[in-house]
């Protein structure tokens, strides 16, 4: 068997270790006699595989005690209806970044709970290239939170700053850089990310919640969505996806041992930096994310040329280089190299290029 690099931008490449273990273990866990996916999610060995993977989530994030961490269903498009129905509550106004398509979709999906969503700013009129700073944010003083998008997969841009929003709640959807770099959480109210990218298979997404922010939901919020019964229940009000959490604890053991997320940022750094140092000298590629703003998870590039850029990507997939055509939105080329993502991905996409 031989092993591609895959570059899509989710579902994404896992750890060759842990889907190693994770086969070693798939009829048999330690055991038990079963495999992970077909125990209940009430039985002492599932929660202990629980307990240990939020405790090794915690540790590797610096999580502190002022916040709470969950492991729910829905994907980052849940957490869409999920932030404003917890959250608009308390002033009935937000305000929102619109830096890239899921962004808008997020935005979208907030005014349905309120009249009040203001754009604090928005890179649509540069087609997403970059990202507004810290002096562009346009801020509503009584908002109930402020949203934004750290990285945006389909426009390869990503924020190289966290916002400063004074009292009011920063929420984050951190679905496709969450644990490439340190991040300061006690800065935030609410951190979602779905798993498919940095984490774990698609199925679970964590949510990272001030305490305090939590009892607070529009009266008519579905209980799956409420993030103070799901604290309460400990994620478990309901079923949860317990393979995949399973396996992100799996991923979470593998970050420890290459250096924690400090040691993904090193990766991250080398990677995109090999990609975009050819791409900056480049007579035939170009990236068109603004230096400054660019993504070190979704490196887009184009030749100009529809036709070429689909031969590339076609090319590509012959030498083991997979999932690089780029997203419908924008077409080109996007290489999405996420944490499990070796660097000699970035070092062979770079030879073709040169090819």
């Known amino acids: 068997m031989s092993r591609v690099y895959n570059f899509s931008a989710g579902p994404s490449m896992l750890p060759e270790e842990v889907l190693e273990q994770a086969g070693k273990e798939i009829l048999d866990y330690k055991g038990s006699g079963q495999s992970v996916m077909e125990m209940s999610h009430r039985s002492k060995v599932f929660v202990e595989i629980f307990e240990e993977t939020k405790a090794d989530f915690k540790a590797l994030l610096n999580v502190p005690d002022t916040h709470e961490v969950l492991f729910l269903q829905g994907g980052a498009s849940g957490q869409f209806a999920a932030v404003p129905m917890n959250l608009i509550g308390v002033s009935g106004k937000a305000d929102y970044a619109i ?31 970059f990202i507004p700073a810290q002096s562009d944010l346009k801020f509503t003083p009584d908002a109930s939170y402020f949203y934004y998008c750290a990285n945006n997969t389909i426009y390869g841009t990503e924020w190289q700053y966290t916002p400063e929003t004074g009292n009011v709640p920063l929420v984050s959807d951190m679905s496709s850089n969450i644990m490439s770099h340190p991040v300061d959480v006690g800065k935030y109210g609410v951190i979602f990310a779905g798993a498919q990218k940095n984490m774990a298979p698609a199925g679970v997404t964590v949510v990272i919640i001030r305490k305090d922010l939590a009892g607070h939901a529009l009266p008519d919020t579905p209980v799956v969505f409420d993030y103070a019964t799901m604290i309460d229940k400990d994620s478990m009000y309901n079923t949860p996806p317990c393979w995949c959490i399973y396996i992100l604890g799996k991923v979470l053991k593998w970050v420890q041992s290459n250096g924690g997320v400090a040691g993904m940022e090193e990766l991250k750094t080398l990677r995109s930096g090999l990609v975009y140092d050819y791409l900056d000298n480049s007579k035939l590629f170009k990236a068109p994310a603004q230096k400054g703003s660019r993504s070190g998870m979704n490196v887009t590039f184009v030749t100009g040329n529809e036709d070429l850029d689909k031969r590339f990507a076609s090319e590509a997939a012959k030498k083991g280089l997979i999932n690089l055509a780029g997203h419908r939105n924008v077409g080109g080329m996007r290489a999405s190299m996420y944490n499990a993502m070796p660097v000699e991905g970035a070092k062979a996409l770079v030879e073709f290029m040169k090819e």
Request: glycine share 6%.
């Open 99 to 129: 830096t890239g398509n899921f962004a808008n979709l997020a935005y979208k999906e907030a005014k349905k709970f309120s009249g009040n969503i203001n754009v604090a700013a928005s890179s649509a009129d540069a087609n997403h290239t």
